[in-house]
Structure formats: structure tokens, C-alpha cells
């Protein structure tokens, strides 16, 4: 809860986020809450964008513990330091894009979506995910201060936010799929007419 939030707004914005992940328009723009049996937590490192070389996962402070994910052939690293492994791993694949393919997603159900189709069905898990983990931070927030409610435990908010930043991840890759497919039609445009411009010269 933000510094100078009260009780009463806490309350409030509680029950807006409640309404609107019970609403029948929340049902039917979601398309689903079940991801695959993919542990969240577990997250394959793409391949270097720089050199192709194979990264690694590293603690770089002790007090806090914070985490970056280094490439070993030509030391490329993400700029910001991670509070978990599991998250300096995406934070890596998401400046890393070139080797991964959302259709090879392990989650979302991805793998027979055009990028359209792909855009929208991750979109509306991704604003299920944000509902949630602001409801959580608040339900945490209201059950510290006064016991009226069950805290979400920490596994749980930690498995929302990592879907929330695999989903993040996914709507990269789908828009950087979406780009290729828009510059490949000018890319074949532009050999045919280097065919063209050989074949008159010849």
C-alpha cells in the first residue's frame, strides 16, 4: 500500500479489483487462467543476442542478494540487478530475443496462434495477472494492519509475478514476430529488384 494510502481506500480499491475479476466482461476477455504445467520459476536462458554465446545466472551481492544473468562468451548482461534468479533469467531473454520463438513458448498455448491471435490471448492473461497481484499487495497490506483477512501467501504472489513477467516476455516475442512479418514482404521487394537490375545489366 502506497505511504499515505488509508484503510478505507485500501478497502475500496479491494473491492473494485474483486468486482471486476468476478465481472462477466473479465470472464470473457480472459481466455484462460491455466498456463501448461511449466514451473514459472524455471527458465531457460536464450542464447546471446551479441555473440550466441550461452549465459549464466549469477549472484552479485550478498546483502541483499541480487541476481544477473551474464553471457560467458562476451560478458553481455542485463543493466539491472534481479531480486531472483528466476527473474534475472527473464530479464536476460527478454533483451535476447533473437533466438526464441513464441510458438516454442512453454506456456499460454501459444504454439498454433498467429501473432494476432498470440497478442490477444496473452494480453488478457497479462491484465488477469496485474488484477491479481495488485489484490494481493492489498489484501497483504489490509491483513498486516488490521487481521481482517488472510494474507496471499509469498509463493503465491511470487508465482504471480513470475507469469505476469513470462507473459511480458511473450508479448515481446509475439511483436517482434509481428515486425519480421511486415519487413519480409519489402526484404523479398528489394532482392527482387537486385534480380532485376543483374538480370538487365547482364
Known amino acids: 500500500m502506497r505511504r499515505g494510502m488509508t484503510l478505507a481506500y485500501a478497502h475500496e480499491k479491494r473491492k473494485r479489483i474483486l468486482q471486476e475479476l468476478r465481472s462477466d466482461a473479465h470472464y470473457r476477455a480472459t481466455d484462460t487462467i491455466y498456463y501448461g504445467e511449466h514451473d514459472p520459476f524455471d527458465v531457460p536462458l536464450a542464447d546471446c543476442g551479441t555473440c550466441g554465446g550461452k549465459p549464466t545466472v549469477r549472484k552479485v551481492s550478498a546483502k541483499p542478494i541480487r541476481w544477473r544473468a551474464v553471457c560467458g562468451g562476451c560478458g553481455n548482461q542485463h543493466k539491472a540487478v534481479s531480486k531472483w534468479p528466476w527473474l534475472a533469467a527473464l530479464n536476460w531473454n527478454g533483451i535476447n530475443l533473437a533466438s526464441q520463438d513464441y510458438h516454442a513458448f512453454p506456456m499460454f498455448g501459444l504454439s498454433t496462434l498467429d501473432p494476432d491471435a498470440a497478442r490477444e490471448v496473452v494480453a488478457s492473461i497479462r491484465r488477469d495477472l496485474e488484477l491479481r497481484k495488485a489484490l494481493a499487495g492489498i489484501e497483504t497490506t ?61
Open 142 to 202: 489490509i491483513a498486516r494492519k488490521t487481521g481482517e483477512i488472510s494474507p496471499p501467501g509469498r509463493t503465491y504472489q511470487q508465482r504471480l509475478e513470475a507469469y505476469l513477467q513470462w507473459a511480458m516476455l511473450a508479448l515481446r516475442l509475439v511483436k517482434a514476430e509481428k515486425m519480421d512479418q511486415r519487413e519480409e514482404p519489402h526484404s523479398k521487394t528489394k532482392d527482387r529488384a537486385q534480380e532485376l537490375i543483374h538480370t538487365t545489366c547482364g
